[in-house]
């Protein structure tokens, strides 16, 4: 999608071009392997079958399949098949499908795996039966089929994974993503997604999948980056303005992005656009994280790298690794003026009386039972689902006296983060997914806005599968103004 923006950002003069050309020559000095990355792929989009404009449906197989993530190397997957399109293959990343606020989604789910799976559709409001919690509504047996079908109440940048045996099948390939549009979205030249992976490949090419004890204590992370299901690649820039929608679905890793030392401005977060648009030179994000970010390109060449994250427990995600380098096109514009862009979001009423609920992680790496977690000493699935009342607005208090950081993840809600570490949050967006880092609390606003029982959990699946996972009951009350 290519959209012009009017731009206020200077005329290509003959200098600018000048110092252009002097950059891509630089830019060939300096990164002369560059030449041979291959494009970055772009994401393959579902295709809608029902030709309503406010219907997006969409036929998702979950199936065993093969990918190439290193060239000429096949490497067995499981993953997700658009079952519209006689032929096609198994993708890594999925299908990505698109669709604008307000729409229904209806996603015909077959699952011609042999194991059971689900669909959770990470950061969405909608009703439980639609969640792909296992615990709730089952799971999608081998050779049967279930429909998701829910109105699309949030706008922003998602991504949806299985809920059984979550670790293993997001490793193996089982996830997509997901875009929902608003009706006044900012106009930029160029649009882009960037879906941040990694995995450990065998020397025949296979994913290696039985978990060490380092990938229970850091989620697990692999060798091989990939973006967009690729190793890092090239993009070609028609200069301008991009738009970049990023989300790390990587089990373990942490990336922290740094474009060359030029600023991203993050415009979005999680749950959509922010009010007050901000600009960074290094982005870090945590495993199920989104950031939606503007980038001012076309001065010279640039590679997007994420640097090194330290992880606690000694561990430290490596880094600097290049992920994507940004070339110029022949005819690229110069940087252009990043467009205002602004939401209007608001602030959830908690106050010094508001209800507190805290939320103890705690870690055992080197416990008589292995590595497990514990949210409230209790661990999943033997844990206590937590009654809350529908409507209602509380403060959670999440707290990480551990070692090691946990990205921590809410089913069918949004936070707004209040502080850290007692340091009042500067900014005001919707997060589903927030990083607590080690020896750190986190105090965040939630409403209770749909019944069910809702997943609290880690993000890094390793972590939540054992153990790390809490449960509310929301249950409407005597006292919901609902
Ligand atoms: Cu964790």
């Not at 789910?109 to 709730?136: A, C, K, Q």
């Not at 995600?317 to 608001?346: C, F, K, N, S, W």
Request: charge should be negative; proline fraction near 9%.
């Amino acid at each position: 999608m290519e959209l012009r923006l009017p731009t206020e950002g200077p005329a290509a003069g003959g200098s600018l071009m000048l110092v252009r050309i002097a950059w891509i020559a630089l830019g060939s000095v300096g990164c002369g392997d560059n030449a041979r990355l291959e494009p970055v792929p772009e994401l393959v989009r579902a295709l809608d079958v029902d030709p309503d404009p406010d219907v997006v449906e969409i036929n998702l197989v979950a199936a065993d399949g093969e990918v190439e993530y290193l060239a000429g190397r096949q490497t067995p997957v499981m993953g997700y098949r658009d079952g519209s399109i006689d032929g096609a293959a198994v993708i890594v990343p999925g299908p990505l499908i698109e669709a604008k606020l307000g729409d229904r989604l209806i996603v015909h789910v077959r699952n011609e795996l042999s194991i059971p799976t689900t669909v959770h559709w990470h950061g969405l409001r909608l009703p439980i039966e639609m969640d792909g919690d296992p615990t709730v509504n089952g799971s999608v047996a081998p050779g049967a089929s279930f429909d998701y079908d829910f109105v699309l109440r949030d706008t922003g940048f998602f991504w949806y994974h299985p809920h059984v045996d979550t670790d293993m099948q997001i490793e193996m390939g089982l996830q997509g993503p997901l875009v929902i549009r608003a009706p006044d979205e900012p106009i930029v030249e160029t649009e882009r997604y960037f879906v941040l992976d990694d995995v450990d490949l065998a020397g025949d090419g296979s994913v290696r999948i039985e978990p060490s004890h380092e990938d229970l204590v850091f989620g697990r992370r692999g060798d091989t980056l990939l973006v967009n299901g690729k190793p890092p690649g090239a993009i070609t820039t028609r200069g301008g303005v991009e738009r970049w929608r990023i989300v790390n679905t990587s089990n373990g890793r942490f990336f922290d992005l740094h474009l060359d030392g030029i600023a991203m401005r993050v415009i979005g977060w999680d749950g959509g656009l922010i009010p007050e648009p901000y600009e960074v030179e290094r982005l870090p994000i945590a495993p199920g994280e989104r950031y939606d970010v503007l980038v001012a390109l076309g001065d010279r060449p640039r590679m997007l790298r994420t640097l090194g994250v330290a992880r606690g427990h000694d561990g430290f995600d490596r880094g600097p690794l290049d992920l994507v380098y940004v070339e110029l096109a022949e005819d690229a514009a110069p940087p252009g003026a990043l467009p205002a862009t602004t939401a209007t979001i608001p602030r959830l009423p908690v106050s010094a009386g508001s209800a507190v609920r805290r939320f103890t992680l705690r870690e055992e790496v080197d416990g008589p039972a292995g590595t497990i977690f514990f949210i409230n000493d209790q661990r999943w699935p033997l844990n206590t689902p937590i009654p809350v009342t529908l409507g209602d607005v509380e403060i959670w208090e999440i707290v990480n006296d551990e070692d090691g950081d946990h990205p921590m993840h809410v089913h069918g809600h949004f936070f707004q983060v209040l502080d850290r570490d007692g340091v009042p949050e500067p900014r005001l967006g919707w997060k589903d997914t927030i990083a607590i880092g080690a020896r750190s609390t986190v105090r965040a606003a939630l409403q209770y806005e749909e019944p069910g029982k809702w997943m609290f959990h880690c993000q890094i699946p390793e972590h939540a599968e054992r153990g790390m996972t809490a449960d509310v009951e929301v249950t409407p009350g005597s006292s919901s103004t609902r």
